[in-house]
């Protein structure tokens, strides 16, 4: 299958890749450029796994052709940490647990973050509707919001 | 395995034609919310993918000439709720809209391709019913218009001609006091299918309603626009006896499928009490504006 050029930025990087017509986002970052972060779910929009932001915009990247990164700007969970310095979601997920087996944690932290950008005072019942397309079988969700909250409180303090 | 081809034409001439020489064999691609799922299920097997999001008139929210608005079919539910005035005018169409799937859904899926994509159930459809949307089509043969609720024709059919492209969504002038409301009735609280939906678009002068549309979706192969029920409220002052007779109407409409999410008679029950509760929204939000 003939292989279209793709040129785009990942988390602030200029990138090349091949990619055919068909192949969706989320398997040209994991198995082409190597990000594997993003996780596969479902493939199919329910899940949030494969968050990541298309030009700031929260999408999901299975639901999204490779191709259509073209001339745009993504970012992934690997460009949430800056070297060592972890984002202080990221932070505050390690410090309340906030995970279990963690496969839902990269599109959780990737959403959160979309949110805390749009909205740095969000209510609970924010934080849930926000979040309703991020599934996550092990936490049960609470210790999720209860994390997304508190770091919200913790960043307007540090502002 | 044969080449798939993937396109992003500038205008919206290059995408007909595009879309016309594939004969059959081209998708339209929006949001992709739905097209990328049926790709995956092998609903859908495209030889040639048309991303619309490039074309101007697609991506793009205008007031028209005598205050209405027209949305481009592509423009991604996100973007219509960060516009600064189409929410305060449209608060129901918005929320229809909005309720479709998850924040990262929004973020692609726009009110074009939800209506293309045929479903009997598709949020913002009696949303757009209600408002009098009118469409503008592009194809082969140049551009026509047609009203929304003439535009599908059964589950996952539409009246667009081979090589058609839904361009926008027409919604009139406002008169002062208007307003519009969308609920859904769905088993869980987000991220699941319409049982039923309903909207409501009404025009009141010192508490009379002057003007009233009623769309109706997920109880009939199409979204329904009913007009026994907008007869009903017209003239009254939605006094119980005004409601009980759209209610009556709006279960008259209904001809719905029985599954596990909505039993007949269920979807039928719902259709009547949607419509109370929606044309009080809207009449608070007429009283208002
Ligand atoms: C997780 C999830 C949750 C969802 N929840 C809901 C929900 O709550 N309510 C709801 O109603 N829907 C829901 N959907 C379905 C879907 O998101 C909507 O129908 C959405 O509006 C589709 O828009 P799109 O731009 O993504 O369409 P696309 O997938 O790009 O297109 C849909 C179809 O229409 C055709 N098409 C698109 N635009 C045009 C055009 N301008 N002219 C001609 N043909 C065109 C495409 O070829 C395709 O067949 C959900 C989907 C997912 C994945
Ligand atoms: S893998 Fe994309 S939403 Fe589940
Ligand atoms: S931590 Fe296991 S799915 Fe969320």
């Known amino acids: 299958m003939a292989k279209l050029h793709v040129t785009t930025t990942i988390n602030g990087e200029p990138t090349e890749f091949l990619a055919s017509p068909d192949q969706n986002m989320l398997d040209v970052l994991r198995d082409t450029l190597g990000l594997t972060g993003a996780k596969e779910g479902c493939g199919t929009g329910d899940c949030g796994a494969c968050s990541i932001t298309l030009d700031g915009r929260l999408v999901c990247s299975c639901l999204m052709l490779a191709v259509e990164a073209e001339g745009h700007s993504i970012t992934t969970i690997e460009g949430m940490a800056q070297g060592d310095h972890l984002h202080p979601l990221q932070q505050k997920f390690l410090e309340m647990a906030a995970l279990q087996c963690g496969i839902c944690t990269p599109g959780v932290l990737v959403a959160a973050k979309a949110l805390l950008e749009k909205n740095p005072d969000p209510s609970e019942t924010e934080v849930r509707f926000w979040l309703a397309g991020n599934l996550c079988r092990c936490t049960g969700y609470d210790k999720i919001v209860r994390a997304v909250l508190e770091t919200a409180a913790e960043m307007r303090g540090a502002a | ?289």
């Open chain 2, 1 to 289: 395995m044969t080449d798939i081809r993937y396109l992003a034409p500038q205008t919206l001439d290059e995408a007909v034609g595009a879309f016309a020489a594939a004969q059959g064999a081209a998708r339209i691609l929006a949001g992709g919310t739905d097209l990328l799922v049926q790709m995956r299920n092998g609903m859908a097997k495209p030889g040639t993918i048309i991303d619309i999001k490039k074309i101007a008139e697609l991506t793009t929210i205008a007031r028209t000439a005598d205050g209405g608005f027209r949305v481009g079919a592509a423009v991604s539910g996100a973007v219509l709720a960060e516009h600064e005035s189409f929410g305060t005018v449209w608060p129901g169409v918005l929320e229809a809209v909005n309720l479709i799937g998850s924040t990262q859904v929004q973020g692609r899926a726009s009110p074009g391709g939800n209506l293309c994509h045929g479903s009997p159930a598709a949020d913002s459809v009696p949303a757009m019913v209600a408002a009098g949307a009118v469409l503008t089509i592009q194809g082969p043969n140049g551009r026509r218009e047609l009203p929304v609720e003439a535009f599908p024709a059964g589950p996952g059919r539409t009246k667009l001609a081979p090589g058609e492209i839904l361009v926008s969504f027409t919604l009139p002038a406002r008169p002062k006091g208007s307003g519009d409301a969308y609920l859904r009735m769905i088993p869980r609280t987000e991220m699941d299918i319409a049982v039923v939906g309903l909207a409501v678009n009404l025009t009141m002068a010192n508490g009379v309603v002057t003007a009233a549309r009623v769309g109706l979706g997920a109880v009939a192969p199409t979204v329904l626009l009913v007009e026994a029920a907008a007869k009903a409220l017209i003239g009254s002052k939605l006094e119980d006896a005004a409601l009980e007779t759209a209610a009556a109407a709006c279960r008259a409409a209904c001809n719905p499928i029985n599954d596990k999410r909505g039993t007949i008679e269920y979807r039928t029950k719902v259709a009547g009490v949607l419509l109370k509760r929606v044309a009080a929204i809207a009449a608070e939000r007429a009283g208002r504006a």
